[in-house]
């Protein structure tokens, strides 16, 4: 059988080399790849608590330029968020470099240490600096407070007041809950 002298490990090479080199398994943030989708993943990450344990955090470094995490007091109570893909309103810096804007749908703010709930419904934008560095799409700026979305942060807390042995602390946990709930 003349026709089969390739062998299996040279046909895995060369099934590993195509896979590599096709365009839809480039992983996001790729500089072939739309900036607004490394901006899109790390609001989402952000959105679902990515950053309200330690453990979690290192899922979003694919994204960020920055290398650690300020210690926060509080979280932006957010609903949905829209990073505008228009290339108009962006601002383009130069070929590997833009600024693009994001619009939060706000509720307020949770603080940490009183386990208080601050409401603040607003619409409010900021604009994300999005650099191409070693082949890839990153975050360099804002380094803001983390952005939770209201049921995952209404999970946390719920988590919170299991976990707490404390029946003051609980009974403040469970009045940030009820805040968090009732926040429109």
Same mark, same amino acid.
């Given at each position: 059988m003349r026709g089969t002298l390739v062998t299996r490990p040279a046909r895995s090479l060369v099934a590993a080399l195509l896979l590599l080199s096709s365009d839809g398994l480039a992983q996001t943030g790729a500089l072939n790849k739309d900036p607004v989708e490394v901006v899109t993943k790390y609001l989402s990450l952000d959105r679902h608590g990515a950053r309200l344990e330690a453990m979690s955090v290192e899922v979003l470094k694919p994204y960020i330029n920055w290398k650690e995490e300020p210690a926060w007091g509080h979280v932006v109570v957010i609903?949905?968020?829209? #990073? =505008?893909?228009?290339?108009?309103?962006?601002?383009?810096?130069?070929? =590997?470099? #833009?600024?693009?804007? #994001?619009?939060?749908?706000? =509720?307020?703010s949770m603080y940490w240490e009183t386990a208080g709930f601050l409401p603040g419904a607003k619409v409010e934008e900021i604009r994300f600096r999005v650099k191409g560095m070693v082949g890839r799409w990153r975050i360099m700026e804002p380094i803001l407070p983390p952005h939770v979305g209201q049921k995952r942060l209404i999970g946390f807390v719920?988590?919170?007041?299991?976990d707490e042995k404390n029946p003051s602390r609980q009974a403040k946990l469970g009045e940030l809950l009820?805040? =968090?709930k009732k926040a429109r």
């Open positions: 609903t949905d968020f829209e #990073v =505008l893909d228009d290339i108009a309103q962006w601002q383009i810096i130069d070929m =590997l470099e #833009v600024v693009i804007p #994001v619009k939060f749908r706000v =509720l307020g719920r988590q919170a007041i299991l009820a805040a =968090l």
